[in-house]
């Protein structure tokens, strides 16, 4: 909770600004607002003002980082793996048509 000293409000322990958290971090402040438009991490309301929770903000970068190395980094991935299963499924339908045209075309004995 933030504390009043000398008529000013205090931080608020456990929260920081963009340009702390970056400094933690080895980042710069833009990629911590980089981060914060991505998703990746969330200001919080603070007495002061929107902070970052340092914990929560600690967590999330480690976990994107973690995806991140292990390949699956975030939603625009995930949507990128979903067109290639709906690309793969459309080329075997595709496939499969033109298998049983070809089927068609020897029983009847006539081109279709």
């Known amino acids: 909770m933030a504390t009043v ?4 409000i205090e931080e608020t322990p456990g929260y920081c600004k963009a340009e702390d958290l970056a400094n933690l971090f080895g980042l710069s402040p833009q990629n911590i607002s980089q981060y914060t438009r991505d998703g990746i991490l969330r200001k919080e ?6 902070r970052y929770n340092v ?3 600690t967590r999330a970068v480690i976990q994107y980082l973690l995806d991140k190395a292990d390949g699956r980094e975030g939603k625009d991935s995930q949507k990128s793996k979903k067109l290639e299963i ?5 080329r075997i339908a595709q496939a499969k048509a033109l298998l ?3 089927e ?3 029983l009847s ?3 279709i």
């Open 104 to 106: 068609a075309q020897q």
């Open 45 to 50: 309301d603070t007495p002061v003002g929107k």
């Open 109 to 111: 004995g006539w081109p």
């Open 55 to 57: 914990v929560k903000s």
């Open 100 to 102: 049983a045209e070809e």
């Open 86 to 90: 709906l690309n793969a499924e459309a």
């Open 5 to 8: 000293g000398a008529g000013r």
